[in-house]
């Protein structure tokens, strides 16, 4: 799956986010990484396009020299692709090691070197030098994991025992060896990744090792979600809501799952939410305009839906901006003319047609968004875990409002398809213009999971009522969304800051046309009272169709023996 700091030594790191197009038959671009200097002290930064698939990434210096890598929670191991060199090894094993993703897959050499992220250096840390990247493979640079320190989940230290004895140590993660160097430190991580607002801008984050930033000091109050598969980040997921409508969970393909729950994998390295196609239809079938072609949903940049999971008791609210993502697509009308336009696809991938591992779903960048996760290895796991071992567990800290996201959706979405992606094509109208590329075509009317996607309440939410709100946030949110204690007024006038002056220039722009139309109207009725008295003309009545302005939104084959890692979309 292509899925630090105690107050006294502190060290966040650096990430940059990389923008990826999903397969389709439709030919598009695909964006550059953007890096975005943090102003904090501390911290990791985050940079996104805004479209695409994206992964967060992590600057770390390897033998010397700087790789980005991407981090991820859902995978154990580190890898580099090099073929350049420059990488000042302290050792060299000659043992081969490869590594099956769900998607692509690396192979190479397992070997050391001097490994620096932030203010830790570990000496010498194994590492996979590829040689052969897989298409698809995770990473386009590398991928730093950071899960569980075990023979199942590492390939390097299982390469490593197998070749030198099971004592041998120098095979460790790097999670384990930062963790074993630094005895003092907490062994849990806490991630944060936010979403970027814009199709060009960046997003900011933070990955903080051994300790809770002050401002989300609230996640140690929150439930504790036991790990349920050995030497993975998952938990139970206990439902799901759509519009405030509880949507019946299939059952759970894993052994021994309690009865009514999914198995969930929380993986940064997967930016969709991975679920069965039935959850995934309950949600978009509820979006008026949304259309299936084959197992994507393609839905109206401008609406959304109110979309919650349960996790350890609590509603976890996603965000609106989460649900799509925009893409910009080149095809060919049917009059044979190259057409460059804006499209919002689904950020679910259906589960049912990928090979998943010990799990049922994967909660992605999509769910991580919108929570501060903690990670925590448990008293047993500080140097490195071993099968069957308990104690690990993960928290979570809501960061979204429901009634503010939608708002925030709503001006964002406005703003962004005005100024930025005007060529947006609604979904509806794709198997006229295109054919050749949308066909098989299902409409959200037509998957009958829920009622249709329902009018805003009062409160600016769909299908919820004011009083559904504060049931939904939780005290936890209020917490995380206001570290001062300001509560949701801080997040309103962080709006108003935000768009306040653009609203204020339309709204002095239209006065200003409407007063000089009252100036020119009342001259021109004056003129013609004073020349000749008013006057009347007969029109015969017509009809003519009023145009509306379009909507603005806008797999190298490995070794039969390599063990199956988690899901990638990177």
Not at 45 to 66: M, P
Not at 378 to 387: A, K, T, V, Y
Not at 469 to 484: I, K, N, R
């Amino acid at each position: 799956m292509a899925s630090l700091r105690k107050l006294a030594a502190a060290a966040f790191f650096s990430l940059g986010l990389y923008t990826a197009f999903a397969s389709s038959n439709i030919a598009f671009p695909r964006d550059a990484s953007v890096r975005v200097p943090f102003t904090r002290s501390s911290g990791l930064v985050l940079s996104d396009q805004g479209t695409g698939d994206i992964s967060y990434s992590l600057n770390i210096t390897l033998g010397g020299r700087e790789f980005s890598v991407t981090l991820d929670t859902g995978s154990s191991d580190l890898y580099i692709y090099a073929p350049e060199g420059g990488i000042q090894i302290t050792n060299d094993s000659h043992l081969e090691a490869n590594i099956t993703y769900v998607k692509g897959s690396v192979a190479g050499t397992v070997q050391f070197a001097e490994l620096k992220i932030g203010e830790y250096t570990i000496p010498s840390q194994a590492f996979i030098n590829v040689q052969t990247l897989g298409d698809d493979a995770p990473g386009s640079m590398g991928l730093l994991g950071v899960s569980f320190d075990s023979d199942l989940e590492s390939e390097v230290d299982q390469t490593v025992h197998r070749a030198w004895g099971e004592d041998v140590t120098l095979g460790r993660t790097t999670m384990a060896n930062l963790f074993a160097q630094n005895s003092s430190l907490q062994p849990s991580y806490d991630l944060l990744l936010n979403r970027v607002v814009d199709l060009e801008g960046g997003a900011n984050g933070a990955f903080v090792v051994g300790y809770h930033d002050p401002a989300y000091a609230a996640v140690a109050r929150a439930p504790q979600i036991p790990r349920v598969v050995d030497h993975q980040w998952a938990g139970y997921l206990d439902g799901m809501k759509v519009n405030g409508q509880d949507i019946p969970l299939p059952p759970s393909a894993i052994a021994n799952t309690t009865e009514g729950k999914l198995v969930a994998l929380f993986d940064s390295g997967t930016s969709d939410l991975v679920i069965p196609g039935d959850l995934a239809d309950a949600i978009y079938g509820t979006i008026n305009g949304s259309i299936k072609v084959n197992d994507t949903w393609f839905a109206p940049c401008y609406d959304s839906a109110n979309i919650s999971f349960t996790i350890g008791n609590l509603d976890y609210p996603l965000h609106p901006l989460d649900l799509s993502r925009a893409h910009a697509y080149s095809s060919a009308l049917p009059d044979g003319t190259e057409t460059t336009f804006f499209l919002c696809t689904s950020t679910v991938t259906d589960a049912n047609t990928l090979a998943l591992n010990n799990v049922d779903i994967i909660l992605g960048d999509v769910f991580l968004k919108n929570v501060l996760t903690s990670f925590n290895f448990g008293p047993q796991n500080r140097e490195s875990d071993q099968p069957g071992a308990s104690g690990a567990f993960v928290q979570l800290l809501s960061l979204t409002d429901p009634e503010e996201a939608w708002l925030d959706f709503q001006l964002t979405q406005s703003f962004l398809f005005t100024h930025i992606a005007p060529t947006l094509i609604d979904p509806i109208f794709l198997p006229t213009l295109f054919p050749q590329d949308f066909s098989a075509v299902q409409n959200s009317t037509d998957t009958g999971a829920i009622t249709p996607f329902p009018s805003p309440t009062s409160s600016g939410l769909p299908g919820a009522a004011a009083t559904d709100v504060d049931e939904v946030s939780g005290s936890l949110a209020d917490a995380a969304l206001s570290p001062d204690g300001a509560g949701a007024d801080s997040g309103v006038a962080s709006l108003l800051d935000k768009y306040g002056p653009v609203v204020i220039g339309l709204l002095g722009a239209n006065l200003a046309v409407i007063t000089i139309l009252c100036i020119i109207a009342i001259a021109a009725c004056t003129r013609g009272v004073v020349r000749g008295g008013a006057k009347t003309r007969t029109i015969s009545p017509s009809y003519a169709p009023v145009g509306f302005r379009d909507k603005q939104a806008a797999d190298y084959d490995p070794e039969e023996s390599a063990p199956i890692r988690g899901y990638s979309d990177q």
